[in-house]
């Protein structure tokens, strides 16, 4: 690899990164009801107090008994065992939510929203020393045998040492990615909505903003253990890209359309908000039958109906530590439509829980723009990871489903 390869592809897209996101994600804050001050940078008492019960709760739900799901096996014979009871803390926590705001601290809601720049400040912190630490004990005293090709010191921060990391106990992208990440956003979504209430009176272009992700969120929950046979679980490392990704980027920017509708009131009659409601939820609920068929087909073998029709796949055989295994690549039903069917309906119901902002500029429509820049990336980072574990299979499934997210167009 040459100088410049070097630099190009493994030095400054991770430093552009690292620097890029903390400055969005201080940018994004500035509808914050408070000027921004110090607790923006090293957070407040409130802000901290918020963060540790927030990792306590997350972590005591991944240590209590419970049922066990194991993840795929990796290349090197490791199969991650994860805590299956993500309905469970999903339900309590949003109890324990309700039962603050109604009772024991009534406007909690309005509190955790004027602190939003304290909160992401505290997060970012501790996802930070997080990040370092898995750093460190990766390159020293790493938990698992396998070995990865070494990288300039910010290609490894960015993206991580270990694929299963455990801290305290518990797998760490679990803790996360799972239970802190997606919690936030649940929990966010549903503060700024109530502040937004709370503050101004109750809109329904808000509530649908909130609605359409609670749905999104509850049904991320309902399948957790479908998460783990994902990219950022089966592919990505614990490292900056992943876990400050979760714990900071996530509870900052993918609420952002909902946290800046608390300060400018949608525009949306109640009939349009009606008109967005159903198209998104329509959009989730065919994101999650992608997911779902590629599941029940993995499941049975390929011995199931898509569609009406026995399912039609490809063999594909691929080889690990362990030696050759065999696997079968669906084509028919969404996987035969295009490739990357499922990141369409996730982008179209995105772009339906930032429309409420319609009227307001592009601000409420910055996690979509986001998402759609992503989610294309992962295109090509997904080809790129089973071209190389498929070979010939894959080219034969290209060659049978050509477009990759939108027939006809790409
Ligand atoms: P996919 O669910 O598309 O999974 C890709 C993997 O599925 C491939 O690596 C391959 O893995 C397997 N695969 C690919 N094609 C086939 C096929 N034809 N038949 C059988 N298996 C196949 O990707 P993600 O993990 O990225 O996404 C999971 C969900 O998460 C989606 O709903 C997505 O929209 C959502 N998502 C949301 C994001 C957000 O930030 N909001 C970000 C990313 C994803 P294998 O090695 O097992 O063969």
Sequence with gaps: MTLGELLHYHVIPPLFLLFFTPVVQVLTQLGDPRPLGWSALVGSRFAWAFTAVTLV?????LVLPGPVHHGPTTHFGQTPPYRANGMLYYICTLLLFALLETWLMPGV???IYSNMSAILAALNVTALVLCTFLLIRGKVAPQSSEEIEPKPLPHEFYRGMELHPHLLGVDVKQLTNCRVGMMLWQLLVLVFCVAGARLHGLSSGHVVCAALQTVYIAKFFWWETGYFSTLDITLDR???YLCWGCMVWVPCFYTYAAFFLTRQRPLLSDGQSAFVLAAGLLAIALNYRCDLEKQRFRESGGRCR???R???YIDAEYV???GRR??????????GVARHLNYVFEILA???WCLPGLGHGVWPFLYVLFLTVLLVHRVFRDEEKCSNKYGKAWKKYCRQVPYRMIPYVF
Excluded: D
């Design 326 to 335: 065999t696997t079968k690549l669906l084509t028919s039903g969404c996987w």
């Design 320 to 322: 690990t530590a362990q």
């Design 306 to 308: 898509l569609w009406g």
């Design 109 to 111: 809601s309005v509190t």
């Design 238 to 240: 614990a490292g900056y």
């Design 57 to 61: 709760w997350a972590w005591l739900f």
């Design 310 to 312: 026995p399912a039609e």
């Design 350 to 352: 995105a772009f339906c």
